[in-house]
């Protein structure tokens, strides 16, 4: 999911979602209930540059209920 919505952002000739290291879902399981993802990611570059660009899932029916936030 963290790579489908990174590879969403991205310009063609960017590969930032080969930059992702490692994915955590945080909190615990409970069937039909949505939990959050830490994602992190190799470079500070393609940090950048996927928060600047994370206005283009604003427009995007599937990725509707995504919270985008550098920490």
């Given at each position: 999911?963290?790579?489908t ?15 992702v ?16 993802m830490?994602?992190k ?11 600047a660009?994370k ?17």
């Amino acid at each position: 999911m963290a790579k489908t919505v990174i590879k969403r952002v991205q310009d063609s000739t960017q590969e930032f979602d080969q930059e992702v290291e490692e994915v955590i879902r945080l909190g615990r399981y409970s069937e039909g209930v949505k939990r959050p993802m830490k994602v992190k990611i190799r470079c500070q570059v393609a940090v950048e540059e996927i928060m600047a660009r994370k206005g283009k899932l604003a427009d995007d029916v599937d990725h509707k209920e995504i919270w985008k936030k550098k920490i």
